[in-house]
């Protein structure tokens, strides 16, 4: 089964500064889906980006960008320019690649808190 | 807004009880998934339909149940409920089984349960 870790519970940043959310995970699978979503205060689960593991750039959505190592199994996420609107949970999620006959479920980290400071 | 409706948006009942949780898809969306959010579990996958059968169960409580029906909204039944139930709720919807290279879910506002 496919794990995904986010071993930092809380991070802050300081507004139109850099930040950086780290996620780890597990698979034995070699095509599969990588997502991070943002979860405000409204609770609204919001695709933020994704990236597909057979893609060797780095997926980015204008202030967001990923820096995806697949030998390390690594996938974080860089918000350039922060804003106070950023301030949400944001949660990495993994998915398998359908084809392979395995269902698509997302499997999500336990989140990181995201504060950002004015 | 993603397109996909819940209701309702908070429900409060005790232990013991029975409620329904409703999903509506976006418009042509044939899968619905269910996940559940609470401080102990995290986030976790529960059971997806595909145009009307089930195709993927995950951690479902034997006291939970669902089902999708022919207009394909979807139902969470949540029976002799405890107050370690007591959690976000959401439905997500995607076009299908994803065949195709890319598969988003939209996901619904939740449902917030609460069990006093």
């Known amino acids: 089964a496919q794990t995904v870790t986010q071993s930092q519970p809380e991070m802050s940043v300081q507004e139109a500064e850099t930040v950086t959310l780290s996620c780890t995970y597990d698979?034995?699978?070699?095509?599969?889906?990588l997502f991070w979503y943002k979860q405000p205060p409204s609770r609204q689960m919001i695709l933020v980006i994704r990236q597909e593991a057979y893609k060797q750039q780095n997926a980015t959505e204008n202030r967001f960008s990923v820096n995806f190592q697949k030998a390390a199994k690594s996938f974080s996420l860089k918000i350039s320019d922060s804003q106070l609107g950023d301030a949400a949970m944001y949660f990495c999620?993994?998915?398998?690649?359908?084809?392979?006959?395995?269902?698509?479920?997302?499997?999500f980290g336990k989140g990181i808190t995201l504060s950002v400071r004015p | 807004d993603s397109g996909v409706t819940q209701t309702p948006k908070h429900l409060i009942t005790a232990t013991g009880q029975r409620v329904t949780l409703r999903c509506s898809p976006r418009s042509g969306d044939l899968s619905v998934y269910w996940y559940q959010q609470s401080l102990d579990q995290g986030l976790q996958f529960l059971i997806q339909?595909?145009?009307?059968?089930?195709?993927a169960k995950g951690n479902i409580l034997e006291r939970f149940s669902a089902q999708q029906f022919p207009d394909l909204h979807s139902e969470l039944n949540l029976s002799s409920l405890e107050l370690g139930d007591s959690a976000l709720y959401f439905c997500?919807?995607?076009?299908?089984?994803?065949?195709?290279?890319?598969?988003?879910?939209?996901f619904g506002p939740g449902t917030r349960l609460t069990v006093l």
């Open positions: 997500a919807s995607s076009v299908g089984l994803a065949w195709t290279s890319y598969n988003e879910q939209f």
């Open positions: 339909y595909y145009n009307g059968e089930e195709r």
């Open positions: 698979t034995s699978e070699s095509d599969y889906y």
């Open positions: 999620a993994y998915r398998s690649q359908p084809y392979t006959g395995a269902n698509s479920k997302l499997t």
